[in-house]
Every structure is written in structure tokens, then in C-alpha cells.
């Protein structure tokens, strides 16, 4: 058969010789190599106890920010929603009341904001096309859960903690990152 | 009654029902389980004679090997109902008159031949392996002999059987 | 007659050690299983399982717990009563083999002298082939009883197997017993306690030895009858719950057992290496050695439950063919020549 390049090798099969044919010495180096494997150092991470340090550019999932005084960046302008290449944000715009200054920064604001968590891919581009700091994506994973409907999160489940009435929560969602950030 | 009474009598009653369960079953394979148990059933029995080495080779060459071989063919032939051949009538009388002719000798070779049942039961030590050691390779090493030839040949002739026959001739 | 006639202080003394040994082996088997895993996993550079307690030291009681809640299922099809005398049989065949083995010597207990060995037989040797011989039957009979042909299959092959490396394993240890000049297990450790270890003599026989048990614990490379991969999972694939608990624990008490075998026959069985037994017995007492020994034995079989462990873990499996090739051509031939040799060398020293 003629060949199509020249850079076939051809493999030489000469009849085994009286120590390969035995087998044994082949086996004991194959056990050696096994035994050494014993010994050496585990690729494994113990999951819960021992966590691997995530990236200063991870991506997980997605937070609604708040400014210092506890009030919510959005402003429903649906340029996350644009962005988005997974068509996962759906959002209802509201006008702020009088008597709401305390909650929203400005004098629109995000009646209804969903994320389908299925479609998402976790690209970030929201957080790109935000102008407002309102979204961007933190550091935890997206959780199991039992039903599709579990997996669209809405409002409540994205805001991030209030700063003001509860400092601690609020910087353990933030996460390390930003503060990695600005080390640099 | 003596342990070894009680022992000889369940042993007795096991091998006589495993051998008529052997014939009176329907299906070969459980017709090769039960005869496992007459084997092991007799097993017993030369224990009981303190012919241990007989017992242990009886189990070994018998019950485990044989045996297996027996089952090995039975259990590939998938043989059931439907395949069992339909035996003639003379047959039958054939089988019926040929097998009780055997049982009528066996009894009257058995009959008055208390001394010789008794020189079976228990204290003689001829089957221990050593005394049989003995006794095979300086009374009866000829035959003894002979029938290891006979198997040789026997393993020969297997061996010729099993071997392929070269369809084509060699090129 | 009167040696079967049983004293009620003897009896119950074998039942206590029997009750002993039984627990022990499952134990050790239990353990087997762990260190399996664990093994394995450290061999492909994983931790393996260490969730379940320290160290995930109950993960065998897990496993046990799980297969005896697992739904139990009967195939309609099957025989029922061969279908429950397989895994019956596997175990109870796979223990009978430990009542030979002495696992100490004699020690004394309220002044009687208690013997560790359930019961010394003058054929001791012969009586672990009869009862391996019978551990076909768990494998026969279970595969057959599944009415499935992969199982059928495996069994056919488990048995095939297994006849075949009895043979190979019988020749290998005539030459031993040329040797030793007898069969009893306990007489043969007595010997070696002062003659030195049998292994130095027969290290071609135990080589033989030691592939054949390999072969009749179906163990990989030897573990074509549960092939997973050509035969769905071999003679237990009908098999659920404790049933299938049973023929998997088996081989483990299986591996025991044989190690314990391999141990007493090659390695001394319960001799400590460079003792002298009689005077540590006269220093420390004779209870204090037994559990010595005992502990030398012990360590002995951990050993070879090890390499049972490691070859599993190293070698792949052999195709049926090989596996015929090596035990009919090779092996056979092989102990035949050890005999042979072993016989000339026998004659011409007592000459």
C-alpha cells in the first residue's frame, strides 16, 4: 500500500525475547511504579474544609449592589438586559415615591428584576454594560436546587445585604475580590 | 444410641434421598446437584470409617471435579421438557429389569457378609494416607502402575480428540 | 469409636474458637474491603474514602448497612432455591477452609492446653483443595440459577478457571509436601520453626503457588468470571441486596484465608523470623509467645492481602485464552519440572 506521507514509522515486531516473554520482571516494574504512585502527593482538595482560592476574574453568581447608605444602585435601564447574550435578565421598571428615598438611588428603579439562572452563562457582559455599579458577579457558585422555577432568581434573592443594618453579611457577599482589586 | 450411629444414619438417609431425588427429578441440572450430595453424603460415611484421605480425594476428584465437568455440559445443552426424548415401553421393562437384577445381586452379595461390614466400621487406619501410601507403592505397585498408564493414555487420546484438524493443508 | 466421642469442655472450647475465627476472618474481610479502596485510590493518587469516621473507618459498616436495606429482588425466571443457595454456598465454602489453619500455638487457658487450630487433621492440605473445590459450586450455581447468559457465561468461566489452576496449584505443592513428608498444617509449621522457612526451599513452587491462588480467589488479573466490562458483571449480575453482599464479601474471605494458607505453607505461619520460641516461651510465658506468634502470623497475611490488593490495581486483566494458555502450558509443565527436580534432589540427599 503505497503511503500518503513519509512520515509513516514502521513499527518492527521482533518475536519477544526469553525475560519479556516471562512476563515477570514487566509485572514487578509495573507493581514498582504503583507503589511509588502510593507515596506521592494526593491531587485531591478536601471540597467543604479546604477550598481552592477562586481568581480575581471569577465569575459566579450575580449580586444587586447597594451604595453605603443601604440604597439600591439599579435603575431599571435595561442595558444588562440588552447585553445579556443569554436574553437571562428580565426587569420591570418602577418610578420611586416620594416617601422611598431611603430605598432606591435613583428616581427609577427596578420593580421586578429576574434572573433565569439556567440560561445565564456567567460571561459578565452585564456587568460590563452597567453604568450605575448596580450588578456585577461575586464569588459563589450557583447552589442546586429541586425545580427549574428555583433556578429563576428574583429580586429578593439577588439584592445584596443592607450595609447599614447588616455591615457583616454585606461584606461577605462582596467577597474578597474588589478588595484583591484594589490591593493591586 | 453413639455419635457416630447418629451420624451414620442421617448420612445414610441424606445419600439414600439425594440418589432418588437424583433419578426422579425433572431437571438434569438439579438431577447433577443432588448427586453432589450423595457424594458428599458417602464422603461422610468414609470418614466415619476414619478412611480420611479415601473421604477427601472422593470429594475432590468426585464432587469437585467430575461433577463440575457434568454440570458444565448440562448446563450448556439447556435441556427441559420439551427435548426429552419419549423412551419406548421396552425400554422402560429393559431398564426396570436390568436395574433390579443389579439390586438382586447386591443383596445377595451383601447378605451374609457381617464380618466384612465389620471390618469397615471405624478403628482400621488403612485409609489414613500413609498406611494407603504404603500399601499402594509396595503391595500394589503393579497395578498401581498400570492404571497410571492407563491414564496417561487416556489423557493422550483427549488430547489427540481435542486437537484441530487442519482443514487446508499447509501452503 | 471412641474418637468421635466429644468431651463437653472440648467442645466447647472449638465452638468459642470457631465462634472466634469466624468473627475475626469477617472482620478482616470487612477491613479488606476498606483497605481496598483506600489502596487503590492511593495507588491512582486519590485519598479514597475518609468521610465516614476517622479516616472513613466505618465506611465498611456503611457499605454493609447499604447492601442489607438495598431491595432484595428474585428474578421470576430464576430457580429460586439455587438462586439462594449460590451467595449461601460462595460463603459458607469460603469459611469452611479456616478450620485447618493453626493460627497460634498452643496456649494455656485455666491450666488447659488450648490448641489454636480448630481441628488438626492429618490431611489438612487435602481438605483445603476439598473445600476450594467446592467454592466452584457457589459460582456454578448462582450463575446458572440467574437464567442470564452473561451469568451463565461467567460461571462457566469461573469454573473452567478454577479446575484448571487446582491442578497447577496440587503439582506445586507436591513438591512441598516431598518436603515436609506430611500433610498436616500444624507439623508442617512445627518444622519450619526449626528447619527454616519453606519459601527458601521451594521459591519456584511458591511462585506457582501463589499465581493458582490468585487464579481460585478470582482475582484480577485472574477475575474473568465478574469481568465488568465483557460480562456486565459476571456470575452476580441478578444478584441485590446482602446476596450480592455475600458473593462479594466471599472473595474477601477468600483472599483471607488463602493468605492465611499461603502464609503457613511458605512463610512459617505463626514463627517470629530469627526466635527462638521454646526460650522467649520460658522468659515471658507461653500465652505471651502465642500472641506473639499470632501477631507474626497476622502481619504475614496483611502482607499478602496487600499484594493481593496491589497486583489488582497494577495488572490488567488476561483474555480467556491466556488465561488457559498460562495455567495448561505453562504452569502445569512448570510444577511438573519443580517436582521432578524436588524428587532428585530428595532422593539423592537421603541417599
Redesign the interface.
Known sequence: MATLTNRAKVLEQKPMSFMERLYLPA?LK??G???K????????I?YPEEKRPFSPVFRGLHVLNRDEEGRENCTACGLCAVACPAEAITMEAAERLPNEEHLYREEKYAAKYEINMLRCIFCGLCEEACPKDAIYLSETFAPSNFTRKGFIYSKDELLIPNPVTNKESFEAAKGQREQQLKNK | MHITEILFWILTALALFSALMVVSSDNPVHSVLWLILVFMAITGHYILMNAQFLAIVNMIVYAGAIMVLFLFVIMFMNLNKDSEPQKSVWLRLAAVVSGGSLLLILVAALKDNGGYINSMKGEGSIGLIKNLGNTLFTEYVVPFEISSILFLSAMVGAVVLGKKESSTPAA | MEMLAIDLSLGLEKLLLIGGIISFSLLVAMYTTYGERKIAAWMQDRRGPNRAGPFGLLQPAADGLKLFFKEEIIPLTSNRMLFVLGPALAMITAMLTSAVIPWGPTIEVFGRQVSLQIADVNIGILYIFGVVSMGVYGIMIGGWASNNKFSLMAAVRGASQIISYELAMGLSLIALLMLTGTLSLKSIVAQQMTGGWNIIYQPLGFLIFLICVFAECNRTPFDLPEAENELNFGYHQEYSSMKLGLYLFAEYVNMFISSAVVATLFFGGYDIPFVDEAALAANIGVNATAALGFAALFSKILFFLFLFIWVRWTIPRFRYDQLMDLGWKKLIPLALANMLITAVVVLWLNK
Do not use: D, S, V, Y
Open positions: 509485572i509495573g507493581m511504579i504503583t507503589l504512585h502510593m507515596f506521592q502527593k494526593k491531587a485531591t478536601h
